[in-house]
Antibody, heavy 118, light 112 residues
Framework: QVQLQQSGTELVKPASSVKISCKAS????????MHWIRQQPGNGLEWIGW????????KYNQKFDGKATLTADKSSSTAYMQLSSLTSEDSAVYFC???????????WGQGVMVTVSS | DVVMTQTPVSLSVSLGGQVSISCRSS???????????LSWYLQKPGQSPQLLIY???NRFSGISDRFSGSGSGTDFTLKISRVEPDDLGVYYC?????????FGAGTKLELK
């Protein structure tokens, strides 16, 4: 069965960076899009972008240009998202979600809570 | 950006009842390829969202036929029949037609 296993909770300082991971299993990693989605406390869902691990192509929500960088390691079927120049506004739960098609999100990881605090 | 407006914000239902959730988009969701990338997700308390319906009316693998999606263009509806306790949570519509992909603010389904 499809599983997306994300890395653990992060407590990071303002102005720093963090890299979170999403290990995929149960499907062909290189043939599906991997999306990243943010959920701020008490808020709805916000799409950050996708990466297509088969060729490394990416597409970002302009709002996250310069904030998020998506990469993927085909050898370990793991996708990564690095968030930089963190502020308290970046405190949120971040989900990875796979999609056979780029237009919707089939399976979701359990989410990573990132807290930015000094 | 495409704005997705969901109504109502919250909904109370009795077990076994039926409910409808509306989702309206600020622009047509018909893609250049002819598909309409409107999907529905359920986020149960403390869990990740899960895909229920994709491309307006297609139930995802393992999703009960008590869930049905309909609509076209800018106006879409999710219907849930014979509501069960496991259906409770927040429902989101989402569009994957135009970048950036966007979601509605959610509809919370609670027990009456």
């Amino acid at each position: 069965q499809v599983q997306l296993q994300q890395s653990g909770t992060e407590l990071v300082k303002p102005a720093s960076s963090v890299k979170i991971s999403c290990k995929a299993s149960g499907y062909t990693f290189t043939s599906n899009y991997m999306h990243w989605i943010r959920q701020q406390p008490g808020n709805g869902l916000e799409w950050i972008g996708w990466i297509y691990p088969g060729n490394g192509n990416t597409k970002y929500n302009q709002k996250f240009d310069g904030k998020a960088t998506l990469t993927a390691d085909k050898s370990s079927s793991t996708a990564y998202m690095q968030l930089s120049s963190l502020t308290s506004e970046d405190s949120a739960v971040y989900f990875c979600a796979s999609g056979y098609n780029s237009g919707y999100f089939d399976y979701w990881g359990q989410g990573v809570m990132v807290t930015v605090s000094s | 950006d495409v704005v997705m407006t969901q109504t109502p914000v919250s909904l109370s239902v009795s077990l076994g009842g039926q409910v409808s959730i509306s989702c309206r988009s600020s622009q047509s969701l018909v893609h250049n390829n002819g598909n309409t990338y409107l999907s529905w997700y359920l986020q149960k308390p403390g869990q990740s969202p899960q895909l229920l319906i994709y491309k307006v009316s297609n139930r995802f693998s393992g999703i009960s036929d008590r869930f049905s999606g309909s609509g076209s263009g800018t106006d879409f509806t999710l219907k849930i029949s014979r509501v069960e306790p496991d259906d409770l949570g927040v429902y989101y519509c989402g569009q994957g037609t135009q970048y950036p992909y966007t979601f509605g603010a959610g509809t919370k389904l609670e027990l009456k």
